[in-house]
């Protein structure tokens, strides 16, 4: 791109930018939070707060110390433990999935449904 076509584009997004700006400064919701962030900076500053401090008044439990909040939505149960034991060579395999090498290989052996009828209760 050639520096006259690279200047164009800025002077063209710079122009687009300001015209933004404009429709800000005239949005009524805009002007009311700016008013409130004054106000509000201006009163902790009167009562010589930090944000650290109005955070522990409005909510003194923070969100991830709190029950049934999980951080990451709702936990899954956890597995079960599975025993599998083999009646051939009387090994066991204690599994929480299939994904279980020894497991896969019995299977793959004696068939899957074989292998399921020696889980142990």
Known sequence: MSKLAEFRAAERALQEHLAQLESLKKDAALKKELEFEEKLLALMQSYDKGLRDIIAILDPEPV??????????????????????????????????????????????????????????
């Open 64 to 121: 991830s110390a709190k029950p049934g909040k999980a951080a990451r939505g709702p936990q899954r149960r956890q597995r079960a433990v599975k025993v599998y034991k083999n009646p051939e060579t009387g090994e066991v395999v204690e599994t929480k999935g299939g994904n279980h090498k020894v497991l896969k290989a019995w299977k793959e052996k004696y068939g899957a449904e074989k292998v399921e009828g020696w889980l142990q209760a």
